[in-house]
Structures are given as structure tokens and as C-alpha cells.
């Protein structure tokens, strides 16, 4: 059952740069970041997901390693909604071939993802929101404050669920993700291209063999 909880003050997001009292500083109100992103994300995702974490009623909390995902819809009453390991994540996907009714998809077999549904729920234009979500033992992290910045920020006008959907192919071909730019001009000056249809194993085979690896 999802949890509600109230804020005694609403969250702004993280300082981007150090400031002494009564300076001006600037707030990142919203950011994306993965397990790839080594010290940055444990910084962020011992942030606020460990402040609403610490907000829910005793008997309801949960270990941080014991969540698969977690979805928090911040309203500027001060209320929120928090949904932890009990949603339905839908993914729509385009597929590499043809498809059949009960059959198992396996990563080779996704050519991209189109959007993620986090079950039934709808996340207001209006509202912040805190989502985490595992691929494996991959993990990503995004929240967006902006629509609860001081003076009531602007309503949020990207799509979720596509937002959703890029995170989550960002951490699943997180490989492809993470080419560096030394990489992709060693594979284009040998006319390797590594193609959304390409397997995992062969773009790994690609990357460990190319000159200059």
C-alpha cells in the first residue's frame, strides 16, 4: 500500500556550489544519475531518498538495499505519496524481430525502449517527484523538484514516462551508454558502427578488439 507523508518544509534539491550563511546559492532542482556515476550517485541517492526514507512511519521502513524501486509524488501542500517495491513497471519497447504473445524477451531482443509506466500512477504536472528504479543490480535515480520551486515553479511540461523510458535504456545499455569519445572514432575509422541491432556480446567482442584497445 503506498505510504503518505508530510514535509514540514518542501524539498529543493541539492547545492551545486558551497555558500556561507545568508549567500546566494544555486540548486539543482532536477538531474538523473546511475549506479555508473560512482561517488556523484551515492552523494545524491544518500540525499533525499535517504530524508523521505527516514519521513515514513516505522513500521514501514525498509532498508535501503532491500528496494527495487521507489516513486515519491510531492505535492506543494506539503504531502506526498510514497510507493516502494509495489508498483507494476511496464516498459513499452521496440523490438529487434518479430515478437509472439507469452514469449520471453530477453535484452538482445530490445532494440529500444519507449517509455516506462510506473503502474497506474499519475504524477501531476504540478507535482515534484522522486523515482528510483533497478535494472539488476544496476541502479538510477531521478527527481525533478522544479514545479515546487518558492513561488510555485512552472508545471512540468516533459513527457514521464518517455523521460522514464531513456533512464531505463540508459542503465540496461549502459555499455553503449558509456562509449567514450576515443572509442566511437576508432570504431568509425575501421567501419565498425555498433547498431541498436548489434547483440551485447558482440558489441563487447567490438569494443574489446578495436585498435587501440
Aim: glycine share 6%.
Amino acid at each position: 500500500m503506498p505510504i503518505e507523508i508530510k514535509y514540514d518544509n518542501l524539498p529543493a534539491g541539492y547545492a551545486i556550489a558551497a555558500a556561507k550563511e545568508e549567500e546566494t546559492v544555486s540548486v539543482r532542482t532536477m538531474e538523473f544519475v546511475s549506479s555508473e556515476d560512482g561517488r556523484t550517485f551515492i552523494a545524491r541517492i544518500e540525499g533525499l531518498p535517504d530524508d523521505l526514507i527516514r519521513m515514513l512511519p516505522v513500521d514501514r521502513q525498509i532498508p535501503p538495499s532491500l528496494i527495487d524501486h521507489m516513486l515519491a509524488v510531492i505535492r506543494r501542500d506539503l504531502t506526498a505519496t510514497v510507493y516502494i517495491n509495489e508498483l507494476s513497471l511496464q516498459l513499452r519497447v521496440r523490438a529487434n524481430g518479430d515478437v509472439t504473445p507469452g514469449q520471453p524477451v530477453a535484452k538482445d531482443d530490445i532494440a529500444d525502449i519507449e517509455s516506462l509506466l510506473p503502474g497506474n500512477v499519475v504524477i501531476p504536472e504540478d507535482a515534484g517527484v522522486i523515482f528510483i528504479f533497478s535494472c539488476r543490480w544496476r541502479k538510477g535515480f531521478f527527481y525533478d523538484l522544479t514545479p515546487l520551486s518558492e513561488g510555485s515553479g512552472p508545471n512540468r511540461t516533459i513527457d514521464l514516462p518517455t523521460l522514464f523510458g531513456q533512464f531505463y535504456a540508459h542503465v540496461l545499455f549502459q555499455e553503449r551508454f558509456s562509449i567514450t569519445e576515443s572509442e566511437w572514432e576508432n570504431l568509425f575509422q575501421n567501419r565498425w558502427f555498433p547498431f541498436a541491432g548489434l547483440s551485447n556480446k558482440t558489441l563487447d567482442r567490438m569494443l574489446a578488439y578495436y585498435p587501440g584497445s
